[in-house]
């Protein structure tokens, strides 16, 4: 590995965003509900009580703010009490159980449903035919006037950063559910871009060996390892297109008009990762067909050689083949130099063969 592709490694090391677990009002581990929290005027409001249920009573009752619910894979009986509380569609409730859905968002009975797909680069020393280079997992979200439930399956995604980030601007977060899901949809993408340029690294890395002197033909199963990591990300990434299109333009009403603009930003950068993937994509094949030319004019060369030295065996082969080589003097037949004769002329016959195989790049 290079010294730059160790310095990009060692960067992401560093800034790769951690979960503060610390924080007050997160759930011991171990528990699908990861925060519960009432925002009023963008601000944390204290709530009377732990429950859901007690804070969504909190914030009808006043009438102002809502309810931003976080859960890490729930299991189906505790989604569906939440389902109750909040009215969620049960085809919606299916689907963020079970996970394993394509990126959208559906509108049921005046609630959005959103599923977005999280990536995750995983660090390697060197891409191999057997590496995980982007690990996936799921993230969905329930928005309706008075409430977000956001639920992630996987081991990584987490939105503790997220809330902590918009909670530090509460003019943002003042404009009501449809601001979080803004913040959701745009914190991953940015993962999307964050994945698209560390794999570019190994991209690097796979065609400097490919046009290098010491190239391995084993390099197409990393190059076929690539790609596939690639359409794993592509799947992530391309599907999610068209939802987030339609949230910038189509007007939605539980999406605040100020926030479809935030979501025209969040289209773009999706647009250039999406044109990044495919890019990635394009130059895999390239490399994939200039490695598989090298390897046929190895074959090649391999193939020359062989036919180079059959060409100079068949030299003693024919004229050993002509006598049988039982001498006695021979040839004609009983000639005192023939033994050694038939030798030299082999030999300088063998000699002059492999010159001019040599000459013309064949040994």
Request: aromatic share 6%; glycine share 6%.
């Given at each position: 590995?290079?010294?730059?592709?160790?310095?990009r490694?060692?960067?992401?090391?560093?800034?790769?965003?951690t979960?503060?677990?610390?924080?007050?009002?997160?759930s011991?581990?171990?528990?699908?509900?990861?925060?519960?929290v009432?925002?009023?005027?963008?601000?944390r409001?204290t709530?009377r009580?732990?429950t859901a249920?007690?804070?969504?009573?909190?914030?009808?009752?006043?009438?102002d703010g809502?309810?931003?619910?976080g859960?890490?894979e729930p299991?189906?009986?505790?989604?569906?009490v939440?389902?109750?509380?909040?009215?969620l569609?049960?085809?919606?409730?299916?689907?963020?159980?079970h996970a394993?859905?394509?990126?959208?968002?559906?509108?049921?009975?005046?609630?959005l449903?959103?599923?977005l797909?999280?990536?995750?680069y995983?660090?390697?020393?060197e891409?191999?035919?057997t590496?995980?280079v982007?690990d996936?997992?799921?993230?969905?979200a329930?928005?309706?006037p008075?409430?977000?439930?956001?639920?992630?399956?996987?081991?990584?995604?987490?939105?503790?950063?997220?809330?902590?980030?918009?909670?530090?601007?509460?003019?943002?977060l003042a404009k009501?559910?449809?601001?979080?899901?803004?913040?959701v949809?745009?914190?991953?993408v940015?993962d999307?871009?964050?994945?698209?340029?560390a794999?570019q690294?190994?991209?690097?890395?796979?065609?400097?060996?490919?046009?290098s002197?010491?190239?391995?033909?084993g390099?197409?199963?990393?190059?076929?390892?690539l790609?596939?990591e690639?359409?794993?990300?592509?799947?992530?990434?391309?599907p999610?297109?068209?939802p987030l299109t339609?949230l910038?333009?189509?007007p939605?009403p539980l999406?605040?008009?100020?926030?479809?603009?935030?979501?025209?930003?969040?289209?773009?950068h999706l647009?250039?990762?999406?044109?990044?993937?495919?890019?990635?994509?394009t130059?895999?094949?390239?490399v994939?067909q200039?490695?598989?030319?090298?390897?046929?004019?190895?074959?090649n060369e391999?193939?020359r050689?062989?036919?180079?030295?059959?060409?100079i065996?068949?030299v003693?082969?024919?004229?050993?083949?002509?006598?049988?080589?039982?001498?006695e003097?021979?040839?004609?037949?009983?000639?005192?130099?023939?033994?050694p004769?038939?030798?030299?002329?082999?030999?300088?016959?063998?000699?002059?063969?492999h010159?001019?195989f040599?000459?013309?790049?064949?040994l």
């Amino acid at each position: 590995m290079s010294v730059i592709q160790r310095l990009r490694t060692a960067v992401r090391r560093t800034y790769r965003r951690t979960v503060d677990l610390s924080h007050p009002a997160r759930s011991p581990l171990g528990s699908a509900v990861v925060n519960c929290v009432v925002y009023a005027d963008g601000v944390r409001r204290t709530v009377r009580g732990t429950t859901a249920e007690d804070a969504l009573r909190h914030v009808r009752r006043s009438g102002d703010g809502f309810v931003w619910i976080g859960l890490h894979e729930p299991a189906e009986k505790e989604l569906t009490v939440l389902a109750e509380l909040f009215g969620l569609h049960p085809l919606a409730v299916e689907d963020a159980v079970h996970a394993h859905q394509r990126p959208k968002v559906e509108e049921y009975d005046g609630v959005l449903f959103a599923v977005l797909k999280t990536v995750r680069y995983v660090e390697h020393e060197e891409l191999t035919a057997t590496s995980e280079v982007v690990d996936t997992g799921e993230l969905m979200a329930f928005v309706g006037p008075d409430f977000v439930i956001t639920i992630r399956h996987g081991g990584h995604g987490s939105l503790g950063p997220l809330r902590e980030a918009l909670e530090a601007v509460p003019e943002q977060l003042a404009k009501g559910p449809s601001a979080v899901l803004h913040a959701v949809a745009d914190h991953v993408v940015d993962d999307y871009l964050a994945v698209a340029d560390a794999v570019q690294t190994d991209l690097d890395a796979i065609e400097n060996a490919v046009f290098s002197d010491q190239a391995d033909r084993g390099d197409a199963g990393r190059i076929y390892q690539l790609k596939r990591e690639l359409l794993e990300l592509r799947r992530a990434v391309a599907p999610l297109a068209r939802p987030l299109t339609e949230l910038a333009t189509r007007p939605v009403p539980l999406i605040d008009p100020e926030i479809r603009a935030y979501f025209r930003d969040v289209t773009d950068h999706l647009a250039r990762v999406t044109e990044q993937v495919a890019s990635y994509d394009t130059l895999l094949d390239s490399v994939l067909q200039a490695h598989l030319a090298q390897v046929t004019v190895a074959q090649n060369e391999d193939m020359r050689k062989i036919t180079a030295w059959a060409a100079i065996v068949a030299v003693p082969t024919m004229v050993c083949g002509v006598y049988g080589m039982n001498f006695e003097h021979m040839p004609e037949l009983r000639w005192t130099y023939g033994y050694p004769v038939v030798l030299g002329v082999i030999a300088v016959a063998c000699y002059v063969i492999h010159r001019g195989f040599r000459r013309n790049g064949w040994l």
